[in-house]
Nanobody
Framework: QVQLVESGGGLVQAGGSLRLSCAAS????????MGWYRQAPGKQRELVAA???????NYADSVKGRFTISRDNAKNTVYLQMNSLKPEDTAVYYC??????????????WGQGTQVTVSS
């Protein structure tokens, strides 16, 4: 009964910023990697950014220097700070977390998705 709830999406002009958050809750024992994916209309879902429990990060080339992923382990929350947004960033953004529940079963969980729209 683990779930991820996202927030922070919206409409912004090119060059603007948004901050997404994703909080995990439920019968959690531990969380390993967390990340953000996005899917634009007619395109495949792609990895945007990922972060390990120790804080190591990885970014898609298209967002390097503009997006920053971070996490608050005490709150079971991952964030995505998006700056210098471009119309090409328009997509539904999904958070993902590798979670071991209290029964020691490890699974990947997904958030419900949040729409980010960047106007030109």
């Amino acid at each position: 009964q683990v779930q991820l709830v996202e927030s922070g999406g919206g409409l912004v002009q090119a060059g603007g910023s948004l901050r997404l958050s994703c909080a995990a809750s439920g019968s959690i024992f531990s969380i390993n990697g967390m990340g953000w994916y996005r899917q634009a209309p007619g395109k495949q879902r792609e990895l945007v950014a990922a972060i390990t429990s120790g804080g190591s990060t990885n970014y898609a080339d298209s967002v390097k220097g503009r997006f920053t992923i971070s996490r608050d382990n005490a709150k079971n929350t991952v964030y995505l700070q998006m700056n210098s947004l471009k119309p090409e960033d328009t997509a539904v953004y999904y958070c993902n977390a590798n979670i071991m529940d209290v029964r020691f079963i490890r699974l990947a969980y997904w958030g419900q998705g949040t729409q980010v729209t960047v106007s030109s």
